[in-house]
């Protein structure tokens, strides 16, 4: 389209928080200054992805610089820009990343009233072959005045104010929840800024492909095990669903949301608990996906069946599984199987677990 080769009027991220913003009169734009060095973050991640394997051609990475440093690991140098960025907004009290055990207190001269829970570089075993990778994030937010504690952080998903990921694939892909729906936003490099080209996101109501590690099938528990049995092998006329795993959580999730279906990282002998975290993996995800009108769950109950064993008869199993969004973290890095994707297929799994009990 010859008309739509110079567009005139972008909707950058910016300007879509701004409009947000200007519905809600008593904000003062803490949020859409946050999101704005979040997004600063990611555009630097970004760049470096990008450069990563011309470095490594080119002898840059692992070797020492001229100021005798040895190149930081990308991981540890996305950690870092976040951390700065996050703290030099000006608008975070309590900052948890992947990368450090601790979690960060912002002095309180640079405080403000939002927590910021993240996965700076997930996926990074991928970054030599090229294989997309991402950068996960949720938010809290304290109440005005109040002193930061670590409690403020081991809530439960659904408390937070917003979640999102940013996707170092064939492009650059920022995709965000602020309670109202999805929306994604691509990197024009052009202009580096972030452009609204998927509006409001919905995932398919049930979708044709899983997406787990089978090499873990020999642990897998009982209703794992039996729900990808029903994938492969469906014994209600279906059609078999089709396999794909990346083993980069960015990049499964995000193919997912839009294409629908289920991801799964669930329990296993080896494993308990799953791999995933709950804070800056679980969570973030979990949220995008209720937002998009799918659903996530962690693969437990909420209270014990033996407790109310009229559950059984009465048929209420389904209000009895624990959604994602209502665990409740012990600690900052806890870990949690989880199954999201298309509402549908994650109804599925829900039942076989439920049954179990
Ligand atoms: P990481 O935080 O060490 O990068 O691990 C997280 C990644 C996720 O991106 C992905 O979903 C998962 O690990 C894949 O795990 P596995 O290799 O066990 O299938
Ligand atoms: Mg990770």
Redesign the pocket.
Known sequence: HAADAHRTDLMTITRYVLNEQSKHPESRGDFTILLSHIVLGCKFVCSAVNKAGLAKLIGLAGETNVQGEEQKKLDVLSNEVFIKALVSSGRTCILVS?EDEEATFVEPSKRGKYCVVF?P????SNIDCGVSIGT?FGIYALNDGDEPKLEDVLQPGKNMVAAGYCMYGSSCTLVVSTGAGVNGFTLDPSLGEFILTHPNIKIPKKGKIYSVNEGNATNWDGPTAKYVEKCKFPTDGSPAKSLRYIGS?VADVHRTLLYGGIFLYPADKKSPNGK??VL??VFPMSFLMEQAGGQAFTGKQRVRFLDFPNINRLGLFNRFVLQALDLVPKKIHDRSPIFLGSYDDVEEIKALYAAEE
Do not use: K, T, V
């Open positions: 992947e996965d570089l997930d996926g990074s996960i959580m995933l975290r800056y993996e």
